[in-house]
Nanobody, 121 residues
Framework: VQLQASGGGLVQTGGSLRLSCAVS????????IAWIRQAPGKAREFVAH????????YYTDSVRGRFTISKDGAKNTVNLQMNSLKPEDTAVYYC???????????????WGQGTLVTVSS
């Protein structure tokens, strides 16, 4: 499985960004696609995941209500719409995939390269 993340950038507090993860290489109908982030000097943190088959989702508490994860089946992409951004959302954001609904980053088998999101105060 290959994953390609894009869409990061610099935004002011309260602003919005939309990240995309293009997935290729195999059928992912029974896979979970996750967004995971790593802030400077910190460990990787689970953000959200979506189950490709039924689009069920899960969010970590700190982003619930502000971020929305969705899929575009026609383009084989998973998007992360991020609203009401805060400086503490600053991180490198990775997309990853695996076959269990994990909330620990190490449980995901395949990873894309990261995309940097910087939220200025």
């Amino acid at each position: 499985v290959q994953l390609q993340a894009s869409g990061g950038g610099l935004v002011q507090t309260g602003g919005s960004l939309r990240l995309s993860c293009a997935v290729s290489g195999r059928t992912i109908s029974n896979y979970f696609i996750a967004w995971i982030r790593q802030a400077p000097g910190k460990a990787r943190e689970f953000v959200a995941h979506i189950y490709w088959t039924d689009t069920s989702t899960y969010y970590t508490d700190s982003v619930r209500g502000r971020f929305t994860i969705s899929k575009d089946g026609a383009k084989n992409t998973v998007n992360l719409q991020m609203n009401s951004l805060k400086p503490e959302d600053t991180a490198v954001y990775y997309c990853a995939t695996g076959q269990i609904p994990a909330r620990t980053p190490g449980s995901y088998s395949y990873w894309g390269q990261g995309t940097l999101v910087t939220v200025s105060s």
